[in-house]
């Protein structure tokens, strides 16, 4: 082994590529080999295999030091800074990228044992993935128990240009309004949005310019008053009053008082007369002209804006310069963001380039102009928090945060990046500046508990508890409320978000970004104890948590988590219409016919010629087939049997009747009579027929089940069970009233539905000739009626003729 040990160490390297792709290993014993597959082993049981890309060592030393075992990653491939479609480059830790992760690991760990686990687990699965960028791996291969640091769709809330589109539909979430924490932005991109931009920097001039006038007389009040200095220009006081006109038109619409006017209305003040008045605005705020007779509108100047005041939370914070800050929406770390304060050369900015209108990637947003400050030099805050869930959404809010100075002193009237931007990726190329405040630390960062001690020294330390990081807990909880619809949510995924932010002179926190993968170097003292820190509690929540609920978060802390809402999955666009096709309706009955017995109905005759009418027929003769019948009810089989008619008294005529008539939907143990009567007379004219110049057209019969002994009316006799009677007549409105009306008794235990006849038609048989009794009322007999089917019927019908011919 020492041998071959020796002859390794004294091989000379051999010169282009293949000296990098050969590497010298250490020697290998057996008992390493063992102890190293036992380990493997282990962690592959237990699902402890991870892979880390990027500049890490914090994360890796902890899970090997947790038992986890590596599986190296493949060195990903070196991307271009520009950006195109979705790859935006929301995170802000990609400038330390440039470092090779294998010479990082090579410098980390130099023993054995860990190139041995990472070859013995290349072919494994593994379980936690920590990446830099969020597309270094593919999530939908990834199962449901492997953890990965990233979501999905996150941008659209670590962007500049998708936080600022996401903040505006705050109002079906909250009821907080974005603008008391968020600067106003639009996108240069879209031309409507461009347009309103115009809007808004021209009316911000309008009340920075009496915000000027209601400070400048405040001073001079205070102070002695000034001589007029004949060299500076002098600018006519008519700019004062259109500024109060554009306000108090900007009032008005909020109240809704332009409701009635029409597009065709001309604007109260044109292209030409903004021209001029940004051109005074510009020379009195930028260059120091004075306005003539400006003490007139103090009053006035300071009570619109005690107006202004109740609906434009951002008025103290806009100053009086009328700067804007340039973002492009894919980048990070201060690159390639400009101050202006002149819209036409923003305007003119955004025409000549053409990469701010492809894709409307670039953000304009109002710059705060009256920050805190710390010994008269700008700072930002860099606030950790921690999503473990979309759904419910559940947020950890971390303790510690740091502070990150700009190396010259604040000043409105330089747009330079080394007074107006903090990060550290663009300070650190600067040189503090000499007549910085010797308390401002050198290296541009300041603790959380330097900062609070800080304004516990000014005073005010109960407000960093009582307003600031309330302030911003509840930015960061309705930011992501407005994305949380957008983000792929995943169970085994969490994410490190790091949101700036800047204090107001009143500690109000302002939220300007949020990144993505914020940045873990250890830049600084503060940094290389907080960003350790914060990786490790990282950890803890989502690793230790997950097996013990009470297990210990560090300087997390649960602010926010929601009720759990059922998402229905996402099918696409599905446009139809649902319904039933519309049928034609089918009669609910079954129409049957009745025998071919004639039934003979009178006509209306005097009581002069009853006995001419005794040897004449006196009535229509019409078939019993004519009448259609329909069944109501439930369709059930009834059947009864009559007996032999008989005689009955006057007033009636016989007709002799073998009917079938269909179904019913109900049947009897018993058998009763059959009752037929008729509907309103008023409906018999409908269905008229007249033979000889005059008709009676019977208009509907309905059966009814009565008692036995239910035509106490009817002075025949008849056979029990058996008989069928005419409970009224069924003549028109125009033929003879009945004399008598039988009245029909239904069997009160009978509570169903009872069936019921319709004539639909008659049609008349002269061939029949049946002789009409004298009687205007007619009374019908009938040898046999049955309510049965029409298959039942044919079979009755079949079996009385063999009894026939048996006879």
């Not at 008082?257 to 007369?273: G, L, W």
Request: net charge positive; aromatic share 8%; glycine share 6%.
């Amino acid at each position: 082994m020492e041998q071959i040990s020796l002859l390794q160490s004294t091989v000379p390297p051999v010169e282009g590529r293949l000296h990098r792709s050969v590497s010298i290993l250490p020697v290998i014993r057996p008992d390493r080999i063992k102890a190293a597959k036992t380990l493997v082993e282990k962690a592959v049981k237990l699902r402890k295999v991870f892979s880390v890309q990027g500049p890490y060592p914090v994360i890796r030393a902890a899970l090997l030091a947790r038992g986890w075992v590596e599986r190296l990653l493949p060195q990903p491939v070196q991307r271009t800074l520009h950006c195109h479609g979705d790859q935006e480059e929301d995170g802000d830790d990609h400038d330390v990228m440039s470092e090779s992760a294998d010479e990082s690991r090579k410098a980390e760990y130099l023993d054995d044992m860990y190139d041995l686990t990472s070859r013995l687990v290349r072919n494994e699965m593994t379980h936690f993935y920590w990446t830099t960028r969020r597309d270094d791996v593919d999530y939908r291969s990834l199962r449901h128990d492997q953890m990965t640091n990233h979501y999905a769709n996150a941008g659209t809330f670590t962007t500049k240009v998708g936080l600022c589109v996401n903040l505006r539909n705050l109002q079906w979430f909250d009821t907080a309004d974005p603008d008391t924490f968020f600067p106003r932005c639009y996108r240069l991109g879209a031309e409507d949005e461009k347009q309103a931009f115009i809007e808004d920097f021209r009316r911000t001039a309008c009340t920075s310019l009496l915000q000027h006038v209601a400070e400048i007389n405040g001073w001079r009040r205070n102070g002695t008053e000034e001589s007029e200095n004949v060299e500076l220009p002098f600018v006519g006081p008519g700019i004062i009053g259109m500024a109060l006109q554009v306000c108090q038109q900007f009032l008005s619409a909020l109240e809704h008082h332009d409701i009635d006017a029409t597009v065709e209305t001309s604007p109260m003040v044109n292209e030409q007369k903004w021209a001029d008045f940004l051109q005074d605005y510009y020379k009195v705020v930028h260059e120091g002209a004075r306005i003539r007779g400006s003490s007139v509108f103090v009053e006035r100047c300071q009570a619109m804006l005690v107006r202004l005041q109740m609906v434009c939370p951002q008025l103290d914070t806009d100053g009086l310069n009328n700067i804007w800050i340039i973002k492009p929406g894919a980048k990070s770390r201060g690159r390639g963001i400009v101050c202006m304060d002149r819209l036409d050369e923003i305007v003119a900015l955004v025409d000549t380039d053409r990469s701010m209108t492809k894709e409307c990637k670039w953000v304009i947003q109002k710059y705060l102009e009256r920050p805190l400050l710390i010994h008269g030099t700008k700072f930002d805050l860099r606030q950790w928090f921690l999503v473990t869930d979309w759904n419910p959404l559940t947020v950890w809010f971390y303790r510690e945060c740091y502070l990150r100075f700009s190396t010259k002193p604040y000043s409105t009237k330089t747009l330079d990046s080394s007074v107006h931007l903090c990060n550290n990726s663009i300070q650190k190329h600067f040189q503090p500046a000499r007549d910085r405040h010797p308390g401002v630390p050198e290296d541009n960062m300041w603790s959380c508990s330097q900062f609070r001690a800080f304004l516990r020294h000014q005073g005010r330390g109960e407000e960093w508890e009582s307003k600031v990081v309330p302030g911003m807990q509840q930015a960061l909880v309705r930011a992501l409320l407005t994305a949380q619809d957008l983000v792929e949510p995943r169970k085994a995924s969490f994410e490190l978000y790091g949101a700036d932010f800047v204090l107001g002179r009143d500690l109000r926190p302002w939220l300007l970004e949020i990144n993505a993968s914020p940045t873990m170097g250890c830049s600084t003292a503060v940094t290389a104890r907080l960003c350790p820190a914060v990786q490790l509690d990282t950890l803890r929540v989502v690793l230790d948590r997950r097996t013990d609920p009470s297990a210990y978060t560090g300087g997390f802390n649960l602010i926010y988590k929601q009720a759990a809402v059922e998402v229905p999955q996402y099918m696409g666009l599905s446009l139809l219409v649902e319904g039933a096709r519309l049928r034609r309706l089918r009669p609910a009955h079954r129409q049957t016919v009745l025998s071919n017995l004639p039934i003979t109905i009178p006509t209306d005759q005097s009581s002069s010629q009853e006995d001419e009418t005794a040897q004449k027929p006196s009535g229509q003769i019409f078939p019993a087939s004519s009448f259609h019948c329909s069944c109501k009810g439930k369709k059930k089989q009834l059947s009864s049997k009559s007996a032999s008619p008989k005689r009955g008294h006057r007033g009636t005529t016989e007709v002799h009747n073998t009917s079938h008539v269909c179904k019913s939907h109900f049947s009897l143990a018993f058998e009763q009579p059959l009752v037929i009567q008729s509907e309103p007379q008023r409906k018999a004219q409908r269905l008229g027929v007249g033979t000889n110049g005059i008709s009676v057209v019977p208009w509907s019969l309905s059966f009814s089940l009565s008692s036995r002994h239910g035509t106490s009316g009817c002075k025949r006799q008849m056979k029990p069970d058996h008989d069928l009677h005419i409970s009224r007549t069924f003549l028109r409105h125009t033929a003879v009233e009945p004399r008598q009306r039988t009245s029909s008794q239904v069997v009160p235990s009978l509570q169903v539905p009872l069936p019921a006849l319709k004539v639909f038609s008659l049609r008349p048989n002269i061939a029949s000739g049946i002789v009409a009794n004298r009687s205007p009322q007619t009374c019908i007999h009938n040898h046999q009626s049955f309510l049965c089917t029409r298959r039942q019927s044919k079979f009755r019908f079949k079996g009385e003729h063999k009894e026939e011919h048996t006879i």
